[in-house]
């Protein structure tokens, strides 16, 4: 499968962009589905994660309250509504499929984990 990430640019702090990820090839399966992002000097990250039924959900700390992660089954797509971004949001996101079932609201976190990979879409929030 390959997954093709869309969405990012240049924002101003405060902007509420929308990443979107759309799958080719086979569609998502009974997978966990995730955005990551890596700023300049920083490793890769979570930021969130949805399983197969749309929810349980997952957020980093740093996002909750202000991204929402949706998934669309039926049209293989995988969207982030980022919201009241801010400079440390900087960074390139990427979506990811993790082909391992888990049991409950059990999402991994390390990138190693995942299987899948869209090639990352550039989010610049200036200030």
């Known amino acids: 499968v390959q997954l093709q990430a869309s969405g990012g640019g240049l924002v101003q702090a405060g902007g509420s962009p929308r990443l979107s990820c759309t799958a080719s090839?086979?569609?998502?399966?009974?997978?966990?589905l995730g955005w990551f992002r890596q700023a300049p000097g920083k490793e890769r990250e979570l930021v969130s994660a949805?399983?197969?039924?749309?929810?349980?959900?997952y957020y980093a700390d740093s996002v909750k309250g202000r991204f929402t992660i949706s998934r669309d089954n039926a049209k293989n797509t995988l969207d982030l509504q980022m919201n009241s971004l801010g400079p440390e949001d900087t960074a390139v996101y990427y979506c990811a499929a993790d082909r391992s079932v888990y049991s409950g609201s059990y999402v991994q976190k390390a990138p190693i984990k995942y299987d899948y990979w869209g090639q990352g879409t550039l989010v610049t929030v200036s200030s």
């Open positions: 949805i399983k197969w039924s749309g929810g349980p959900t």
């Open positions: 090839g086979r569609s998502f399966g009974p997978w966990t």
